[in-house]
């Protein structure tokens, strides 16, 4: 059983639309990040959500922290080739462990 | 360029060779980590190290075998090998091994085990 679920696991859009890639859990974590991953590389952070009901703004990309705090979405406004990777998400329990979700494999078109 | 360099990128071993992963960061941080990554799976943390002093050891066989002889260098030590040890080895790196800090990822290394 995986701690963090997240969906979908894979994504292939046009460039310019619109998407939301999600990360469950029913444990309640004390922050969560975001990571990219290109291929070839390792992960890289996007960003970091504390407070429960925190949204954050990366350019196109917003991430929202869920108000109990076992929850959080990423969504991509006008998604571009750039955007393509694998995009992790990643809970901290007990403030010493991250526990990494399965990731959503993004593909965008030109 | 995330300041984790590991070498090598890639390893092809028999299931008897014995063979060693390096990790080297360039951030002046406190903890690193050892990752696995295979295909549709989450990350699997292995291995921490706090100050060169292993803090987590996640039920991983003996058959890996870390070393952190400074705050600078991470090993996994690979000896007997099965094949769905196949996988992507990350190092990563963290000013302390508590809170909320970024990890820093270095590149990885494909092991494939025949």
Redesign the interface.
Known sequence: T?L?EQSP?FLSIQEGENLTVYCNSSSVF??L?W?RQEP??????LV?V?TGGEVKKLKRLTFQFGDARKDSSLHITAAQPGDTGLY?C?G?YN?????????TKLNVKP | ETGVTQTPRHLVMGMTNKKSLKCEQHLGHNAMYWYKQSAKKPLELMFVYSLEERVENNSVPSRFSPECPNSSHLFLHLHTLQPEDSALYLCASSYSWTGTGELFFGEGSRLTVL
């Open positions: 995986q963090l696991q004390s922050s990040q990571y070839g590389e390792g992960p890289v952070l970091t504390v992790l990643a901290l403030f010493n462990k991250f526990y990494f979700g399965s990731g």
